[in-house]
């Protein structure tokens, strides 16, 4: 990975994050009884891939809440 990346891929790195979240939000919404191993898989991929982007200083004006958040809720789901 360039570093800083350029902006083009700072917006695919944040989309993608984005979409992250969006899986960890769909989990979330299973009752915590009906998530099966395939969900909490699904989350802790999803956590470790913004565990890796977040830390990135190169974000310019991108809102890391609801990275950072996702992280909170989706280790609050893993075992």
């Known amino acids: 990975m360039q570093f800083p990346r350029p902006a ?10 984005l979409d992250s979240v ?13 998530r099966n191993d395939d969900d909490i898989d699904d989350v802790r991929r999803n956590v470790e891939h913004l565990e ?8 310019g004006d991108k809102d890391l ?11 609050a789901m893993l075992p």
Not at 8 to 17: G, L, N, P, S, T
Not at 52 to 59: E, G, K, N, Q, R
Not at 65 to 75: E, F, S, V, W, Y
Request: charged share 25%; hydrophobic share 40%; net charge negative.
């Open 8 to 17: 083009e891929d700072v917006e695919q790195d944040y989309k993608a994050c």
């Open 22 to 34: 969006g899986v960890i939000d769909r989990v979330q919404a299973v009752a915590s009884a009906d």
């Open 52 to 59: 890796l982007y977040v830390p990135l200083t190169d974000w």
């Open 65 to 75: 809440t609801p990275l950072t958040d996702a992280i909170t809720r989706g280790n």
